[in-house]
């Protein structure tokens, strides 16, 4: 299961949280630090002044965060689940608008794309705003593939 933490976080305090979750599970989670640096932790992604992620009509260093999972699905994945919290759920619902859930097979000489991970794991999430018009028509499946189903988590507080 791949593993996206939440703005300022860092991979590793993100899976000691999780353990419980790999404990019951008896699955491996990969979470990877964010590739921008923020108050101590790592972002997926840096904000206007008095933006937020739903709001905001660009997440500077978007080209960044994309290449960086893709990059991290081919050379750890592909992932049979994704896991996002809080600006990793966001991201997750951006990759799903965007397409970039797939990417090239590990084979150099392959340009077929890896599979779809089966299920969508959002918690804390809140459109993309960057990606809103997108998510109204995400990108088809590709013929003789299954949707990944998705589960979302909204608390109160959210």
């Known amino acids: 299961i791949l593993c ?5 976080n860092l991979g590793a305090s993100f ?8 404990q019951a599970l008896g699955a ?4 990877p630090d964010a590739p921008h640096a923020l108050d101590g932790g790592f972002s997926w992604w840096l904000l206007p002044p008095g933006e937020r992620s739903f709001t905001t009509p660009v997440f500077e260093g ?4 994309e290449a960086f999972v893709r990059r991290v699905w ?4 592909p992932f049979d689940a994704v896991l996002g919290f809080s600006q990793g759920a966001i991201l997750i619902a951006a990759l799903a608008a965007t397409g970039s ?7 150099a000489t392959s340009s077929e794309l890896s ?3 089966a299920a969508l794991l959002l918690f ?3 459109p993309p705003g960057p990606f809103r018009e997108a998510l109204s028509q995400p990108p088809g499946v590709p013929e003789g593939a299954s949707a990944p189903h998705a589960l979302h988590v909204v608390g109160r507080e959210d």
Not at 4 to 8: A, D, E, N, R, T
Not at 15 to 22: K, T, Y
Not at 62 to 65: G, K, L, R, V
């Open 62 to 65: 978007w080209a960044e965060t």
């Open 124 to 126: 804390g999430a809140a």
């Open 74 to 77: 081919s050379e750890q994945g």
């Open 115 to 117: 599979p779809l991970p």
């Open 28 to 31: 491996e989670l990969v979470c």
């Open 101 to 107: 859930l797939r990417t090239p097979r590990r084979e």
């Open 15 to 22: 899976a000691a949280r999780l353990a419980p979750l790999r």
């Open 4 to 8: 996206l933490h939440g703005k300022s």
